[in-house]
């Protein structure tokens, strides 16, 4: 009796523990969309206050004040083109250096696993002060290929775990066959990797869409700005336009949050597969 009551008081606990921390992580997101009806002198009065109605005037205009369009276009191709490229070039310079043991290869692996605790604050001022002198700013393809370059060496010290367990003999029976290198990468190699493409491309996705400060660096023409740059619009000098700046905040997570509930099951799949590597 008394060791089901520590089983039942134990689930319970862990019950309310989860609870907790769920209320935790999603109550940002509650008061961002309750503010999002609100007027500025509701919000500044009383932020926790429900809103006497669902007054959709604050997301028209945030919708026409960040050229949401434009916005949503400029920050899917950036994440979109740099989530393919990163998931290509890192799955197959992976696949490089696990099939290629030389020593050159080694220290380049462990070049790139070095170069992720290197801060980007710490880059970023040269990193600006070079393309600009190459007259390289203001390009989306400049920001897609930074991405690429800041998120390569992440990408392919996962990747390169997972190749291990790729078994060569695999490959050796696909060249057997006539098929070359290239063809063996992408029809054997390449989809058994799908599990974590789908990891490495949602995080991401995450990152890239949610990516304030770089875009802010490289991208300076209103045209070509992203969802969260276009969010700065609503900061006046001397006043912030609280109400379109929470119901533009939404508009911007809100296709993000879409991609990851419906992507989520792959996330935990890779994860598991990883930790069992």
């Given at each position: 009796?008394?060791?089901a009551r520590k089983g039942f008081a134990g689930v319970w606990l862990k019950t309310v523990g989860l609870a907790l921390v769920l209320a935790l992580f999603i109550?940002?997101?509650?008061?961002?969309?309750?503010?999002?009806?609100?007027?500025?002198?509701?919000?500044?009065?009383?932020p926790l206050s429900l809103p006497p109605s669902l007054d959709w005037t604050n997301y028209r205009n945030a919708f026409e004040k960040m050229s949401y369009t434009?916005?949503?276009?400029?920050?899917?191709?950036?994440?979109?083109?740099?989530?393919?490229?990163?998931?290509?070039?890192?799955?197959?310079?992976?696949?490089?250096?696990?099939?290629?043991?030389?020593?050159?290869?080694?220290?380049?692996?462990?070049?790139?696993?070095?170069?992720?605790?290197?801060?980007?604050?710490?880059?970023?001022?040269?990193?600006?002060?070079?393309?600009?002198?190459?007259?390289?700013?203001?390009?989306?393809?400049?920001?897609?290929?930074?991405?690429?370059?800041?998120?390569?060496?992440?990408?392919?010290?996962?990747?390169?775990?997972?190749?291990?367990?790729?078994?060569?003999?695999?490959?050796?029976?696909?060249?057997?066959?006539?098929?070359?290198?290239?063809?063996?990468?992408?029809?054997?190699?390449?989809?058994?990797?799908?599990?974590?493409?789908?990891?490495?491309?949602?995080?991401?996705?995450?990152?890239?869409?949610?990516?304030?400060?770089?875009?802010?660096?490289?991208?300076?023409?209103?045209?070509?700005?992203?969802?969260?740059?276009?969010?700065?619009?609503?900061?006046?000098?001397?006043?912030?336009?609280?109400?379109?700046?929470?119901?533009?905040?939404?508009?911007?997570?809100?296709?993000?949050?879409?991609?990851?509930?419906?992507?989520?099951?792959?996330?935990?799949?890779?994860?598991?597969?990883?930790?069992?590597?």
């Open positions: 009796m008394d060791t109550f940002p997101f509650i008061f961002l969309l309750i503010n999002s009806f609100k007027a500025n002198t509701a919000i500044t009065s009383n434009a916005s949503f276009l400029n920050s899917l191709t950036v994440t979109v083109l740099g989530v393919a490229l990163i998931s290509l070039f890192a799955a197959m310079t992976a696949h490089y250096f696990v099939r290629n043991q030389t020593k050159f290869n080694q220290y380049t692996f462990m070049m790139m696993v070095a170069a992720m605790i290197i801060p980007f604050q710490a880059i970023m001022i040269p990193l600006v002060k070079i393309y600009g002198t190459l007259n390289m700013l203001d390009n989306k393809w400049a920001l897609i290929y930074m991405y690429l370059g800041f998120g390569s060496p992440l990408a392919v010290f996962i990747y390169h775990g997972f190749v291990k367990g790729v078994p060569a003999e695999l490959e050796e029976a696909a060249l057997i066959d006539g098929c070359t290198r290239t063809q063996t990468f992408f029809r054997i190699v390449f989809p058994v990797l799908a599990p974590t493409t789908a990891t490495i491309s949602i995080l991401n996705v995450l990152w890239i869409w949610n990516d304030f400060l770089l875009p802010s660096l490289i991208l300076v023409s209103p045209h070509n700005r992203t969802l969260p740059l276009s969010t700065f619009s609503f900061y006046g000098t001397y006043s912030v336009d609280y109400g379109p700046l929470m119901a533009g905040l939404v508009l911007t997570i809100l296709p993000v949050m879409l991609v990851y509930l419906f992507a989520q099951r792959y996330i935990i799949q890779g994860v598991m597969q990883g930790s069992i590597k």
